[in-house]
């Protein structure tokens, strides 16, 4: 079908996918690879049926072009807007700033028009112009500011902030760098319900969060962010463009995202917050009302146990119930928004409106959360207490309330309404995609999955069903495989000779383990440490025996660290869970990933155990369904921190022995690259010296 030229009107013949993938490939300087061609075919084929996709494409595949040139064919052929959605910052910036660019350049004269492309994030991402020139509401700043020094500082960021208020052409907070303190950047935000909207706010015809979203409007494709898209699935307002296809890239985050998004918190502050915002637009007495309900959830907050809770206390049912009961007595005296106030006052009620909203509803919600049997449970109630090492309190405790699954949801708001693309590195766990899919809602797809896979993924199928019901949804899965040679690439290494880890720390055993790897390798390595606990213990014993540099999460900001470790071949760097998943260093300067332990979720974790016992009462196997799929997804992560080049060799070494002989090692050891596996560390220190002396030799 002709394609209409957007600026001069006529009429274009579309090529094929063959032929626009032919080119995208030219454009980048690069080769087409079976992988890219299989995974393009699939997603070209899923947006013409309507059929889901899940596409598991190793690093080197080329996945996001393998996705990008379908879509853009689609979106520019049926002149409509497809959705690409990121778990991170730094592949949204790929994507925009290097991706779609080029294809743009290269495919725009075949397509006949010019390709456009958007990003989009929350509106609290962007900075608000009638935030800048009014301020923030002084209800907000909070006891804590009359700290000297805490003021000061943020003082010096609010006022850089409106220093870049006046250079910046798109307000995007991630373009502000260095960045600043979530405090400060609440002082020039504000949220979509206490936006007052482009029709009645001053600056809002030149709003950036307006403009971002005229743009995305009229975009073929729009990168997003997980967050956003749960968003647009929750909330009853539209966020994201109209589109019927959306891609949701680094799909292994998925659930964690939409989960943190439904999660709700509730603490005496953000009462208190709620009471000072409408304490001047209504009577003093309604508001002194949710000022003790504050101060009464406050102190008793502070007396209570830490943790996950499966039932509710009285006093803390009649806390939430006078907190409840308060907050509605505030929204009655607010009144229906008046239209014709000025810009001041509305802000000032919406703000107060949107605090009181969340506060009520939280409060709702968590006392609902109990009312069903434990098996029906759908959301989990806990107390978070958080401290520095110390033992001192590093914020004053808060309630949260989150989803046990996200299955129901994700069916009905995204599986049931468009055709998803769901595509990473990481999909499938001990040799299927049953488990991941399973928790994201979709149905059974094959049965010849590996016993393990089929246990861990047949108690969440459980837990979906009850969700959300059941509905017909096709889909079907694919592994386009990875252009590295693993075998012939790199080692697995189990260190099955260790003892089992245990709970204080690392043993001497696994210090000394490390130390001999190291040395073996010439330095040239991660070391991905289940906890900062673990990885502080390791540096600060190890810093002063090794012959090679060794940086630590921590010590400086992570990006600054990670490209030290890139340039210098033989310094070492430690770290915890951002760097499992967010290193890319391809080269010499990598060749050695050790992982202290299988990373388990902690026991006391409160959504983990929930899930896992809700499984369980369902007649599922909790710790395959929920903490060894949690282990697999992560071990896979991090060993995919090892090979990013075609040229790359090295070692992936596992301390933990439970890896060889638990039970549910096979599960875990499928779920990672097919590596050639051995336990005899002679043989592992020889490789890597080998691998030393190369890499010596050659630069």
Not at 246 to 272: K, N, P, Q
Not at 648 to 656: I, P
Request: proline residues 6%.
């Amino acid at each position: 079908m002709p394609a209409p030229d957007l600026l001069t009107g006529s009429d274009t013949e579309i090529p094929d996918l063959a032929t626009l993938l032919a080119a995208a490939v030219t454009s980048i300087g690069g080769a087409e690879r079976p992988g890219q061609v299989d995974m393009a075919r699939a997603v070209a084929s899923a947006i013409e049926s309507g059929e889901h996709v899940a596409a598991q494409a190793g690093t080197g595949t080329g996945k996001s072009l393998a996705y990008l040139v379908p879509a853009i064919r689609y979106a520019v052929e049926k002149q409509t807007t497809v959705v690409v959605s990121t778990a991170t910052i730094a592949l949204q910036r790929q994507l925009v700033d290097r991706d779609l660019p080029r294809l743009a350049e290269s495919l725009g004269p075949l397509l006949g028009t010019e390709l456009k492309f958007a990003i989009l994030k929350g509106r609290r991402n962007y900075l608000c112009l009638h935030r800048v020139q009014t301020g923030a509401p002084e209800e907000d700043e909070g006891p804590s500011l009359f700290d000297p020094q805490q003021l000061s500082s943020l003082g010096r960021q609010v006022k850089r902030l409106n220093e870049w208020a006046e250079e910046t052409s798109t307000g995007d907070r991630d373009e502000l760098v260095p960045g600043v303190s979530e405090q400060a950047w609440r002082q020039v935000a504000v949220t979509a319900k206490e936006c007052l909207g482009a029709q009645r706010c001053p600056q809002g015809t030149e709003c950036f969060a307006e403009l971002a979203r005229a743009e995305a409007g009229e975009a073929h494709i729009v990168v997003t962010n997980h967050a956003l898209l749960a968003i647009d699935a929750l909330e009853e307002f539209q966020v994201l463009p109209e589109h019927d296809v959306v891609i949701v890239d680094e799909a292994h985050e998925l659930v964690d995202r939409v989960t943190s998004v439904a999660t709700g918190d509730l603490s005496a502050a953000a009462v208190e917050t709620a009471a000072r915002r409408c304490g001047r637009l209504i009577e003093e007495t309604t508001a002194d009302r949710l000022k003790e309900a504050a101060e009464g959830l406050g102190l008793l907050l502070e007396d209570m146990p830490a943790g996950r809770m499966d039932v509710l206390p009285s006093a803390l049912g009649n806390t939430l119930a006078v907190v409840r009961d308060a907050a509605h007595a505030c929204i009655t005296a607010l009144g229906p928004e008046k239209k014709d106030s000025d810009p001041g006052d509305m802000a000032a009620r919406k703000a107060a409106r949107s605090s009181l909203d969340e506060l009520h509803d939280t409060a709702v919600r968590t006392l609902e959360a109990f009312q069903p049997e434990m098996a029906q449970r759908f959301d989990v109630v806990w107390l978070e207490k958080p401290f520095v090492p110390d033992g001192r309190p590093k914020r004053p405790p808060a309630l949260h309330v989150a989803p046990i699954g996200v299955g129901g949801l994700l069916r009905t708001t995204l599986f049931e309404r468009r055709t998803a693309i769901l595509t990473s590195a990481t999909l499938t766990l001990g040799g299927s995609f049953e488990p991941l899919a399973r928790q994201w809602g979709l149905p059974p797809l094959n049965e010849n999955a590996p016993k393990d896979a089929r246990t861990a993924a047949e108690g969440l199928a459980q837990t979906a069903t009850e969700e959300g019901g059941e509905s017909e949804i096709a889909w079907s899965g694919l592994d386009v495989g990875s252009p590295f040679d693993h075998p012939k690439a790199g080692i697995l290494y189990v260190a099955r000779h260790l003892p089992q880890p245990g709970r204080d720390g690392l043993a001497d055993a696994y210090l000394t383990e490390i130390t001999e790897l190291i040395e073996a390798a010439g330095g040239r390595t991660l070391g991905l440490f289940s906890s900062m606990r673990a990885a502080r213990q390791a540096a600060d014993e190890l810093k002063d025996h090794l012959s090679h540099p060794l940086l630590c999460q921590g010590d400086d900001s992570t990006s600054l660290l990670v490209r030290q470790f890139a340039e210098d071949e033989r310094t070492c760097l430690f770290g915890t869970l951002s760097l499992w998943q967010g290193v890319d260093v391809p080269g010499s300067s990598l060749q050695l990933v050790i992982m202290d332990r299988i990373p388990f979720p902690r026991p006391d974790d409160p959504v983990s155990s929930a899930r896992s016992r809700a499984v369980a009462a369902r007649g599922g196997n909790g710790f395959m369904a929920v903490a060894a799929t949690h282990a697999a997804l992560l071990l896979a992560q991090g060993a995919g921190r090892l090979l990013r080049s075609m040229d790359d060799r090295g070692v992936v070494a596992v301390l933990d022995p439970r890896l060889a002989t638990a039970r549910y090692g096979g599960f875990l050891k499928n779920s990672l690259p097919p590596f050639w596996a051995t336990t005899d560390p002679d043989v592992v220190r020889g490789a890597l010296r080998r691998l030393d002396t190369a890499a010596a030799d050659a630069s």
